[in-house]
Protein backbone atom coordinates (compact mmCIF):
# COMPACT_ATOMS: atom_id res chain seq x y z
CA UNK A 1 0.00 0.00 0.00
CA UNK A 2 2.77 2.75 0.86
CA UNK A 3 4.56 2.02 -2.56
CA UNK A 4 1.19 2.39 -4.26
CA UNK A 5 0.84 5.33 -2.33
CA UNK A 6 3.79 6.81 -3.28
CA UNK A 7 3.87 6.02 -6.92
CA UNK A 8 -0.15 7.80 -7.06
CA UNK A 9 1.98 10.92 -5.14
CA UNK A 10 5.12 11.21 -7.44
CA UNK A 11 3.50 12.57 -10.37
CA UNK A 12 2.36 15.69 -8.27
CA UNK A 13 5.90 16.56 -7.44
CA UNK A 14 8.76 17.49 -9.58
CA UNK A 15 10.95 15.10 -7.68
CA UNK A 16 11.35 11.38 -7.00
CA UNK A 17 10.37 9.64 -3.84
CA UNK A 18 12.44 7.24 -2.38
CA UNK A 19 15.64 8.62 -4.44
CA UNK A 20 18.33 10.73 -2.97
CA UNK A 21 20.16 12.94 -5.25
CA UNK A 22 24.17 13.08 -4.58
CA UNK A 23 25.94 15.99 -6.44
CA UNK A 24 29.70 17.45 -5.40
CA UNK A 25 32.23 19.28 -7.63
CA UNK A 26 35.31 17.52 -9.50
CA UNK A 27 37.79 17.78 -6.87
CA UNK A 28 39.93 15.48 -5.01
CA UNK A 29 38.07 16.27 -1.86
CA UNK A 30 34.94 15.24 -3.55
CA UNK A 31 36.10 12.43 -4.44
CA UNK A 32 37.15 11.29 -0.76
CA UNK A 33 33.73 12.32 0.30
CA UNK A 34 31.90 10.72 -2.13
CA UNK A 35 34.28 7.40 -1.70
CA UNK A 36 33.18 7.21 2.78
CA UNK A 37 29.40 8.91 1.56
CA UNK A 38 27.94 6.86 -0.90
CA UNK A 39 28.62 3.19 0.73
CA UNK A 40 27.06 4.66 3.80
CA UNK A 41 24.07 5.70 1.76
CA UNK A 42 23.69 2.49 0.27
CA UNK A 43 23.71 0.52 3.65
CA UNK A 44 21.74 2.87 5.62
CA UNK A 45 18.98 3.30 2.64
CA UNK A 46 19.19 0.17 0.87
CA UNK A 47 16.05 0.43 -0.58
CA UNK A 48 16.61 4.16 -1.98
CA UNK A 49 17.84 4.98 -5.38
CA UNK A 50 21.48 7.25 -5.98
CA UNK A 51 20.65 9.92 -8.83
CA UNK A 52 24.08 11.34 -9.69
CA UNK A 53 24.32 14.28 -11.67
CA UNK A 54 24.88 12.39 -15.20
CA UNK A 55 21.37 11.26 -14.72
CA UNK A 56 22.61 7.45 -13.98
CA UNK A 57 20.78 5.45 -11.17
CA UNK A 58 23.91 3.88 -10.37
CA UNK A 59 25.97 4.79 -6.98
CA UNK A 60 29.13 5.78 -8.49
CA UNK A 61 31.39 8.16 -7.20
CA UNK A 62 32.33 9.25 -10.58
CA UNK A 63 28.92 10.05 -11.42
CA UNK A 64 28.16 11.87 -8.57
CA UNK A 65 30.40 14.72 -9.59
CA UNK A 66 29.05 17.40 -11.06
CA UNK A 67 29.16 17.79 -14.60
CA UNK A 68 27.96 21.62 -15.65
CA UNK A 69 26.59 20.39 -18.97
CA UNK A 70 23.59 18.74 -16.31
CA UNK A 71 21.54 21.43 -15.94
CA UNK A 72 17.82 19.26 -16.16
CA UNK A 73 18.42 16.37 -14.04
CA UNK A 74 15.37 15.26 -12.11
CA UNK A 75 16.08 15.36 -8.56
CA UNK A 76 15.17 12.90 -5.43
CA UNK A 77 13.33 13.48 -2.38
CA UNK A 78 16.76 13.66 -0.49
CA UNK A 79 19.41 16.04 -1.53
CA UNK A 80 22.76 15.42 -0.36
CA UNK A 81 25.29 18.08 -2.05
CA UNK A 82 27.96 20.09 -2.02
CA UNK A 83 26.28 23.58 -0.62
CA UNK A 84 26.54 25.38 -3.94
CA UNK A 85 24.88 22.51 -5.77
CA UNK A 86 21.45 21.81 -3.55
CA UNK A 87 18.32 23.52 -5.48
CA UNK A 88 16.66 25.42 -2.75
CA UNK A 89 14.25 26.67 -5.08
CA UNK A 90 12.27 23.25 -4.16
CA UNK A 91 13.33 23.19 -1.19
CA UNK A 92 11.21 26.22 -0.93
CA UNK A 93 8.42 24.70 -2.68
CA UNK A 94 8.17 21.53 -1.02
CA UNK A 95 9.58 22.05 2.47
CA UNK A 96 7.98 19.44 4.65
CA UNK A 97 8.47 16.25 1.19
CA UNK A 98 12.38 17.58 0.48
CA UNK A 99 15.56 17.56 2.73
CA UNK A 100 18.78 18.87 2.27
CA UNK A 101 22.29 18.15 3.99
CA UNK A 102 23.10 21.55 4.76
CA UNK A 103 21.06 24.81 6.43
CA UNK A 104 20.03 26.97 3.94
CA UNK A 105 21.85 30.34 5.43
CA UNK A 106 25.11 28.98 6.70
CA UNK A 107 27.09 31.90 6.36
CA UNK A 108 26.24 32.34 10.33
CA UNK A 109 27.99 29.46 10.94
CA UNK A 110 31.01 29.10 8.20
CA UNK A 111 31.90 32.89 8.45
CA UNK A 112 33.79 32.84 11.41
CA UNK A 113 32.89 37.11 11.89
CA UNK A 114 29.08 36.21 11.70
CA UNK A 115 29.56 33.17 13.82
CA UNK A 116 30.81 35.51 16.71
CA UNK A 117 27.60 38.24 16.03
CA UNK A 118 25.28 34.88 16.05
CA UNK A 119 27.07 34.18 19.76
CA UNK A 120 26.17 37.98 20.92
CA UNK A 121 23.33 38.01 19.75
CA UNK A 122 21.95 34.65 21.18
CA UNK A 123 23.90 36.03 24.59
CA UNK A 124 21.60 38.89 24.33
CA UNK A 125 18.43 37.15 23.48
CA UNK A 126 19.28 35.01 26.71
CA UNK A 127 19.46 38.46 28.64
CA UNK A 128 23.23 38.75 29.36
CA UNK A 129 25.78 39.92 26.83
CA UNK A 130 28.48 37.09 27.33
CA UNK A 131 25.86 34.37 27.82
CA UNK A 132 26.24 33.30 24.19
CA UNK A 133 30.22 32.39 24.52
CA UNK A 134 29.60 30.39 27.95
CA UNK A 135 26.28 28.60 26.64
CA UNK A 136 28.04 27.87 23.30
CA UNK A 137 31.17 26.51 24.87
CA UNK A 138 32.99 28.82 23.05
CA UNK A 139 36.08 31.32 24.09
CA UNK A 140 35.33 34.56 23.44
CA UNK A 141 35.95 36.23 20.13
CA UNK A 142 36.21 40.07 18.66
CA UNK A 143 35.59 40.47 15.26
CA UNK A 144 36.85 43.69 12.63
CA UNK A 145 37.59 44.55 9.52
CA UNK A 146 40.98 45.36 8.31
CA UNK A 147 42.48 45.10 5.07
CA UNK A 148 46.09 47.03 5.86
CA UNK A 149 48.16 46.92 8.42
CA UNK A 150 48.35 50.58 9.08
CA UNK A 151 44.99 50.36 9.83
CA UNK A 152 45.59 48.68 13.41
CA UNK A 153 46.61 51.71 15.27
CA UNK A 154 42.75 53.26 15.01
CA UNK A 155 41.24 49.77 15.36
CA UNK A 156 42.47 49.92 18.89
CA UNK A 157 40.39 52.51 20.00
CA UNK A 158 37.67 51.21 18.27
CA UNK A 159 36.34 47.85 17.37
CA UNK A 160 39.35 46.19 19.35
CA UNK A 161 39.09 48.56 22.58
CA UNK A 162 37.48 45.52 24.79
CA UNK A 163 40.49 43.85 23.74
CA UNK A 164 42.41 46.22 24.22
CA UNK A 165 42.03 45.94 28.17
CA UNK A 166 41.67 42.19 28.71
CA UNK A 167 45.45 42.31 26.91
CA UNK A 168 46.53 44.97 29.59
CA UNK A 169 44.88 43.25 32.75
CA UNK A 170 46.49 39.55 31.09
CA UNK A 171 49.56 40.48 29.44
CA UNK A 172 50.62 36.37 29.61
CA UNK A 173 47.82 35.41 27.89
CA UNK A 174 48.55 34.14 24.24
CA UNK A 175 45.51 35.13 21.31
CA UNK A 176 44.89 33.52 18.30
CA UNK A 177 44.12 35.77 14.79
CA UNK A 178 41.81 33.88 12.27
CA UNK A 179 40.45 35.07 9.11
CA UNK A 180 37.06 35.03 9.07
CA UNK A 181 36.62 33.23 5.60
CA UNK A 182 39.80 31.47 4.85
CA UNK A 183 39.82 27.48 6.04
CA UNK A 184 42.41 24.66 6.39
CA UNK A 185 44.52 27.11 8.87
CA UNK A 186 45.54 29.69 6.25
CA UNK A 187 46.13 32.95 7.98
CA UNK A 188 45.67 31.36 11.44
CA UNK A 189 48.42 33.18 13.80
CA UNK A 190 49.20 32.91 17.96
CA UNK A 191 50.43 36.29 18.93
CA UNK A 192 50.70 37.99 22.87
CA UNK A 193 50.54 41.70 22.86
CA UNK A 194 49.99 44.52 20.10
CA UNK A 195 53.46 44.66 18.94
CA UNK A 196 53.43 41.33 17.62
CA UNK A 197 49.95 41.15 15.85
CA UNK A 198 51.32 44.33 14.13
CA UNK A 199 54.42 42.18 12.73
CA UNK A 200 51.87 39.57 12.01
CA UNK A 201 49.95 42.22 9.52
CA UNK A 202 52.76 43.58 8.53
CA UNK A 203 54.63 40.25 7.43
CA UNK A 204 51.21 39.20 5.26
CA UNK A 205 51.67 42.43 3.41
CA UNK A 206 55.41 42.03 2.69
CA UNK A 207 55.58 38.06 2.17
CA UNK A 208 55.77 38.86 -1.54
CA UNK A 209 58.65 41.50 -1.69
CA UNK A 210 60.87 38.63 -0.07
CA UNK A 211 59.69 35.13 -0.64
CA UNK A 212 62.56 33.14 0.48
CA UNK A 213 62.33 34.67 4.03
CA UNK A 214 58.93 33.42 5.21
CA UNK A 215 59.41 29.60 3.15
CA UNK A 216 57.84 28.58 6.55
CA UNK A 217 54.67 30.32 6.49
CA UNK A 218 54.19 30.19 3.05
CA UNK A 219 51.39 27.53 2.98
CA UNK A 220 49.46 29.64 5.22
CA UNK A 221 49.97 33.38 4.22
CA UNK A 222 46.86 35.28 3.39
CA UNK A 223 46.46 38.27 1.74
CA UNK A 224 45.39 40.90 4.24
CA UNK A 225 43.70 43.07 1.89
CA UNK A 226 41.35 40.10 0.32
CA UNK A 227 40.55 38.77 3.72
CA UNK A 228 39.37 42.05 5.52
CA UNK A 229 37.48 40.25 7.73
CA UNK A 230 39.04 38.71 11.14
CA UNK A 231 38.27 37.76 14.75
CA UNK A 232 40.76 37.44 17.51
CA UNK A 233 40.25 35.04 19.86
CA UNK A 234 41.89 33.85 23.33
CA UNK A 235 44.11 30.90 22.97
CA UNK A 236 43.03 27.71 25.28
CA UNK A 237 45.37 24.60 25.56
CA UNK A 238 42.42 22.94 27.16
CA UNK A 239 39.34 23.67 25.87
CA UNK A 240 36.03 23.35 27.14
CA UNK A 241 33.18 21.78 25.77
CA UNK A 242 29.41 22.27 26.36
CA UNK A 243 27.65 19.17 28.38
CA UNK A 244 25.42 16.61 26.09
Not at 49 to 77: F, I, M, Y
Not at 96 to 114: D, F, G, M, W
Request: some cysteine.
Amino acid sequence: MAEERLSEEEPMHPFRARHITVRYPRSTTSQYTLDCLLPEIQEELPGWTVLASSGSSSPSSDAALDDDSDQQQQLGAVQWCDYDLINWDFLKLFPRETLVNAYPIRKALIRKNYLVQTAERYGAKHGEPLSGWERLGMPRAFAFTLGFADELDELWADELWDLAQLMAVHPQKLWILKPALADKAQGIRIFRDSEQLAHIFSSFENFHDAPEQHHILHQTWVPASQMRHWIIQVSSSLPQYPPA
